[in-house]
Structure formats: structure tokens, C-alpha cells
């Protein structure tokens, strides 16, 4: 085998959604990129209906990061094989049993947007710049050919406007330029087609309760928040309060973002499940730890798709993840394969661990 | 090598104080995400950047107390790796991709 090129990714979901007829759905998602590509995600499990809960996860977002994309596709072979023929799944030492494989297949809708950035990952893998992040997007056309593209994991709409949000002295990973190779967030929050996508996604499936963005590479699990450290005492201390615009993401603690108790405790719970996969499967586990480290983030996918029930809280809560997999951005292919059997297990864990009820969001906890 | 590859480059402190203080306003690539983790009792981060980009790092090197080690030319690492994408559409006959996992 080989990485995916952009095309057999395509194929590859196409191809396993008409094998699986029963238990799949191929989704057109409703932007074309600039290029002209049409994307498309792939839903196991039963069809909608009201009640059944739905993890959505994404990956590509990043046109370097080879791994994700391949990592998903993976996944839906594997699930999808192994439900057919009644048997269960072992990626290394991690065994999932084949009632396992039936209560995702059969239990939940497990949605898979393999590659999110299709026009950024051709050119990553088919030009001199294998070390592109970013979508192709042309946004000012009076720029040179080096300043293409928005770096779709900072143009989804939460505290997307970081100058406003957040503290000068912050280092907030974000930039309004759109020379900047890295971090730039576009014209506009959602500004892109890729990001819609995504939004689109997560608005067509109202049940998804978890949410798992992938991504490479540190390795780690990464989990809610990426704005400023934790706290779960004072509900006030919000991304949604504009009274401590200007304050995130400080070191000096002067502001630090309300998480619920009973969400960060599932999300560590959960993440540890997902970690103890891993570790089974390749011997060595990823760090897990808050998304928040060295410097703070803006306009994440991870973060948005959580603070959509605090926005609106009809929504229902989305427990977010970010999996940074592996230990290179494209490792040779033989290398690639024992992260991919990593984040299959990590990701069968987690959708496991949801089934078995055991755990899953607070019923409610507002922020003021 | 080519002018502008990028190499990934290993930045290690006794403190993320020291770390954040080589790092603000460098504007450096920080990958995927901007984070730290512990080797030992020391910080690690990393970054890509540009040749010139290290040498301006190994120059601050002696007032900052961080340790910059040079991994690997990462740009060319990657169109090395552009061998190991697939060609054509190895799917166009509408055979099923079969995954990694084994099934038992």
C-alpha cells in the first residue's frame, strides 16, 4: 500500500458505502472547494432517527498531515469488514470483541469526514511544498502565489476574532495575514468552503454527542480547551463574556476558561480510554492533556464543535477531542500503517466506551 | 536541498518560561498545534523554520538557556515521501479497500 492521493480517498468511502448499503451512507457535503472538489463523508450505522447519538470525526484539516486522512478510511474498512462477517477487530494487543463492532455499527451513527482539505493535501503531496497546511484558496488576488490559503483550524466561528478576545502579550496562534504560511484565519469567520463543511456536518447530525478531529503529529489526546487553562469554579469566566475581552490567554491567570466538572471529568475519563487503546495497540501511549499549553488557540474545530450548546443550548453538548497521532507529519508508509492501527483502536475505544453508557455529557450546565 | 526548506527543529529548556521567552514573537512555524511536553525534567517544543531561520536561533541560543537541535530537513523529507502516495486511482475498479485491523 501507499498513502491516499485525494482522488482514491474519494473512491475508497464510495466504493465501501455501496459495499455496506445497509449500514452506510455516502454524504455530499454542500461547498466545493476552490479547486472544484466535492467532499464527501461516510455515515455507519443506522439510519437518522430521533434519540441516536452520533460521533462525528473529521480529519485532513491539515494538507501535510498525511496520516489522518488514510487513518479514517482505514477505520471504515475495518468496521465495516468486520461487522459483515460477525467478527471482531486487534490492532496490536488491542482486541475489540465482535459485540463491540455490533453496538457501534448498530447502535450509534458513526460519521467520517476522511479529508476535509482535499486541495490542500494534492498539493502537499504532488508539489515542491510538501510542508503546506493550508486550503488553496486565492482570498486577496493581488497577492503572490505564496499568500494561498486560510488555515482551516482557525476560521471556525469561536473567538475567531482573536485580536478582540484576546490579550496582545497572549502569542495566540493566529494571524490576520494572509502571507502568513501557518495560522492565517481568513477574511471572516467560516470564511471557507471546508469549514462550512464541517459546520454542515455537525447541523445535519443534531445527536452528535463526541467529536474527535485528527490530526498529526506530537503524538497526543488533546481535549477542551484550547483558549486559556481550565477552571471549574466561576461559570461567568466564559468565552461568551466580553468582559475579559482582551484577557485570554494570558500565563498570569488573570483569566482561565469555565469548563463544567462533570465534562472535564469525561473528557479525561474518555480520553484515557482512548489512550489505554492506543497503548495496547502499538506499546506506547500518547500523552492526554487540555488542549492549552504553550500558547492559546483560536477558531479551532474542536472548541467550536463544543461551544455550540453554550451558544445555543438546544444544541446538544458536543465532547471535543483533538488526536494529534504519530510522531512525524509524514512518515514513510511503513510507519504510517502502526499509527493508523493507533488511531483505529483509539477511535473504536471511544466510540465503545460512549455505547457502554457509562459515560457521556452533563445533561446541562450553562455558562452566564 | 532547495532555498526555503523548512527543517524541524528541536527546542528543549529547563522552563517553559525560557521556552516561551526564545519563542514570543518569533513567528515560527509551531506545527500542528502550539504545545509543550515534558522529556525528563526538561520542556520540549518544536518548530520549522528555515535555515537562516536556525542560525538566527542558534544565536540567541546563548541568552536564552534553550537547546536547539536541528532533526531533520523536513521539506525534503516530504517530497521524499511523495514516492509512498498512490498513483492513478488504485480504487477505480471499485474494489473495497480493506483495512489494517485484523478480524477474529
Known amino acids: ?368 | 536541498m532547495a532555498d526555503g526548506d523548512v527543517h524541524r527543529i528541536k527546542l528543549r529548556a529547563q522552563t517553559l518560561e525560557e521556552l516561551r521567552a526564545f519563542l514570543d514573537g518569533s513567528g515560527f512555524d509551531l506545527g500542528c498545534r502550539p504545545v509543550v511536553h515534558r522529556e525528563g525534567n526538561e520542556f520540549v517544543v518544536e518548530v520549522y523554520a528555515p535555515l537562516p531561520e536556525v542560525d538566527r536561533l542558534r544565536s540567541a541560543r546563548s541568552v536564552s538557556g534553550v537547546d536547539v537541535t536541528v532533526v531533520e530537513n523536513a521539506s525534503e523529507v516530504g517530497r521524499n515521501r511523495q514516492a509512498e502516495v498512490g498513483s492513478g486511482n488504485r480504487f477505480a475498479a471499485r474494489q473495497a479497500l480493506r483495512g489494517l485491523g485484523i478480524k477474529e
Open chain 1, 1 to 368: 500500500m501507499a498513502y491516499l492521493n485525494v482522488d482514491e480517498i474519494e473512491v475508497a468511502i464510495e466504493t465501501l458505502a455501496r459495499a455496506h448499503p445497509s449500514v452506510t451512507e455516502l454524504i455530499q457535503l454542500p461547498n466545493a472547494t476552490s479547486e472544484g472538489r466535492h467532499s464527501h463523508a461516510l455515515r455507519i450505522g443506522p439510519p437518522d432517527a430521533p434519540g441516536l447519538d452520533a460521533v462525528v470525526i473529521t480529519g485532513g484539516m491539515h494538507a501535510r498531515e498525511w496520516v489522518p486522512p488514510d487513518a479514517l478510511v482505514n477505520l471504515a474498512a475495518d468496521l465495516l469488514e468486520a461487522h459483515a462477517g460477525g467478527t471482531g477487530l486487534r490492532y496490536g494487543g488491542q482486541r475489540f470483541s465482535a459485540d463491540d463492532i455490533r453496538s457501534v455499527v448498530g447502535g450509534m451513527q458513526l460519521v467520517l469526514f476522511p479529508c476535509v482539505n482535499p486541495d490542500g493535501r494534492h498539493h502537499s503531496q504532488t508539489s515542491s511544498d510538501a510542508m503546506w497546511r493550508k486550503n488553496r484558496r486565492r482570498v486577496d488576488p493581488n497577492l503572490g502565489p505564496r499568500c494561498v490559503g486560510v488555515d482551516i483550524n482557525r476560521n471556525f466561528n469561536v473567538l475567531w476574532d482573536f485580536r478582540r478576545h484576546f490579550a496582545a502579550d497572549s502569542g495566540v496562534s493566529a494571524s490576520t495575514d494572509p502571507c502568513d504560511l501557518q495560522v492565517y484565519v481568513g477574511p471572516a469567520a467560516e470564511s471557507e468552503a471546508e469549514t462550512r463543511n464541517v459546520v454542515a456536518l455537525l447541523d445535519r447530525y443534531p445527536g452528535t454527542r463526541w467529536f474527535a478531529d485528527v490530526h498529526s503529529h506530537v503524538p497526543a489526546i488533546f481535549y477542551n480547551w484550547g483558549f486559556d487553562e481550565n477552571q471549574t469554579t466561576d461559570p461567568s469566566m466564559n468565552f461568551l463574556n466580553d468582559e475579559f475581552d482582551g484577557l485570554r490567554g494570558r500565563v498570569d491567570r488573570a483569566y482561565r476558561e469555565f469548563i463544567p466538572e462533570d465534562d472535564l471529568r469525561t473528557l479525561k475519563e474518555l480520553g484515557g480510554r482512548m489512550n489505554d487503546a492506543v497503548t495496547a495497540a502499538s506499546g506506547a501511549g500518547y500523552e492526554l492533556a487540555q488542549s492549552f499549553a504553550l500558547y492559546p488557540t483560536s477558531g479551532v474545530s474542536d472548541d467550536y464543535a463544543y461551544s455550540r450548546h453554550f451558544v445555543d443550548n438546544r444544541r446538544n453538548k458536543i465532547l471535543s477531542f483533538t488526536i494529534e497521532c504519530g510522531r512525524s507529519f509524514q512518515p514513510s508508509w511503513a510507519d504510517a500503517e502502526n499509527v493508523i492501527r493507533e488511531v483505529c483502536a483509539g477511535l473504536i475505544a471511544l466510540c465503545v466506551a460512549t455505547r457502554a453508557r457509562a459515560i457521556g455529557p452533563a445533561a446541562d450546565a450553562r455558562v452566564g
